[in-house]
């Protein structure tokens, strides 16, 4: 199994233009989650999914879109890139609760 | 809502040397924790997890953490630390809602292992 896999690896936007990172799990997991990374501040929830065809907001939105069109597939769009949007992006999968989520290895996103 | 605070975001003992990793945790219902160890480039590795139970939960590569629900902490301890435990580490929270297990994490802990 590869578990979560991330696609691209690195990144980098002008301000201004669009992007979409891919998450793949085949884990089954029903549950998938979109994280960003910064120095100091851990990881904040962006947008998360509880199933094929629903999403929902997380603690960070603003900027991001996403969508789940197959369970295994969770994909996060920046419609208009900003540089306040660099950071690393990861992505998670879990089954319901109260298991744990499994991570993949991460896109690291610079916007100039 | 939930948070976790990290105590100390940079941690730095000699290989041998007990580790200890602080974690306080506040939530308005009984929490799940969990502790993960991110090594540098990579992403977040579960090291262990409490959700009900025995409280004192054992993880992999020798650590273990404590669930203390009068101190409302989830401390993390190894007894000897190994070079290769250098890493950054973060609690993370979450209580069950029935809408989405999403977690909350502190801010991490850089841990460092001198010879």
């Known amino acids: 199994n590869a578990g979560v896999t991330q696609t691209p690896k690195f990144r980098v936007l002008k301000t201004g233009q669009s992007m979409t990172l891919l998450c793949a799990q085949d884990m089954n997991h029903e549950y998938m989650y979109w994280y960003r990374q910064d120095p100091g501040m851990g990881l904040r929830l962006i947008h998360y999914?509880?199933?094929?065809?629903?999403?929902a907001k997380g603690e960070v939105p603003d900027g991001y879109n996403v969508s789940r069109l197959k369970k295994q597939n969770f994909l996060l769009g920046l419609e208009s890139a900003a540089p306040s949007q660099t950071s690393v992006y990861f992505c998670a999968s879990s089954y319901s609760s109260p298991y744990e989520q499994y991570f993949g290895p991460g896109t690291r996103l610079t916007v100039t | 809502a939930q948070s976790v605070t990290q105590l100390g975001s940079h941690v730095s003992v000699s290989e041998g040397a007990l580790v200890l990793l602080r974690c306080n945790y506040s939530?308005?219902?009984?929490?799940?924790l969990f502790w993960y160890v991110q090594y540098p480039n990579q992403g977040l590795q579960l090291l262990l997890k409490?959700?009900?139970?025995?409280?004192l939960v054992k993880g992999i590569n020798g650590f273990e953490a404590e669930f203390k629900k009068s101190e409302t902490s989830f401390h993390l301890t190894k007894p000897s630390a190994h070079m290769s435990d250098a890493a950054e580490y973060f609690c993370a929270v979450t209580i069950l809602t029935g809408g989405g297990n999403k977690l909350t994490f502190g801010t991490g802990t850089q841990l460092k292992v001198e010879l």
């Open positions: 409490y959700t009900t139970g025995a409280t």
């Open positions: 999914s509880v199933g094929e065809g629903t999403t």
């Open positions: 939530s308005s219902v009984p929490p799940y």
